[in-house]
Nanobody, 128 residues
Framework: QVQLEESGGGSVQAGGSLRLSCVVS????????MGWFRQAPGKEREGVAC????????TYADSVKGRFTVSRANAESTLYLQMNSLKPEDTAMYYC?????????????????????WGQGTQVTVSS
């Protein structure tokens, strides 16, 4: 079955960087569109980035554009989220998610309901 495992979270000061990783198993990473989401305490889960199954088409939430980059390494079956210029408001639990097989790009790429498969999350804390 599809399994996702995130890592790379941690605590950094504002302006710092982190790279999150999501190792996938149970399927070929190029078969699915994939996304990164985050959820802060007391807030709804927010879509951060989506990478289409082609590995080329991407989209980002306005709040992270120009600071975050989503990518993947097919040989390592790994999805990445490079996060630069981090801000305290980026503090959240970050989740990796996989979409539906054979769907290259969802109608709403930053909506959680488009993703049936989820990892357990990795915590990111940014201090001012």
């Amino acid at each position: 079955q599809v399994q996702l495992e995130e890592s790379g979270g941690g605590s950094v000061q504002a302006g710092g960087s982190l790279r999150l990783s999501c190792v996938v198993s149970g399927y070929t990473i190029g078969s699915y569109f994939m996304g990164w989401f985050r959820q802060a305490p007391g807030k709804e889960r927010e879509g951060v980035a989506c990478l289409g199954s082609s590995g080329v088409v991407k989209t980002y939430a306005d709040s992270v554009k120009g600071r975050f980059t989503v990518s993947r390494a097919n040989a390592e079956s790994t999805l990445y989220l490079q996060m630069n210029s981090l801000k305290p408001e980026d503090t959240a639990m970050y989740y990796c998610a996989a979409g539906r097989r054979f769907v290259g790009w969802p109608s709403q790429p930053l909506r959680a309901s488009e993703y049936p498969y989820w990892g357990q999350g990795t915590q990111v804390t940014v201090s001012s």
